[in-house]
């Protein structure tokens, strides 16, 4: 398969751009390649008169119970709670 490749210093080669939505909004817009912005231009002014938060946002830490030890579950015949009651085969 051949094609024609053009230089790439040419002038007619155009800006890439890919389709984000905003996070703020959902809104679609449309940013360029690799640029790190992920609100729309309304949002963005919004977004930059928020105050700075005063305290750094901590890793949240879920509370946890102890754990159980659950004992045997099974029969004497070796069959589990599933088996005894006809449910698997």
């Not at 094609?3 to 040419?10: R, V």
């Not at 940013?31 to 002014?45: D, F, I, Q, T």
């Amino acid at each position: 398969m051949k094609g024609t490749h053009e230089d790439k210093d040419s002038e007619d080669e155009g800006i890439r751009m890919e389709l984000k939505y905003c996070e703020r909004c959902g809104g679609l817009w449309l940013r360029e390649c690799g640029a790190g912005v992920v609100y729309c231009s309304k949002c963005e002014a919004e977004v930059a008169d928020l105050p700075i938060p005063k305290k750094k946002t901590q890793r949240l830490i879920l509370p946890v119970g102890r754990r159980t030890l659950v004992e045997d579950y099974a029969s004497d015949e070796g069959e589990t709670d599933l088996e005894a009651t006809g449910g698997a085969a």
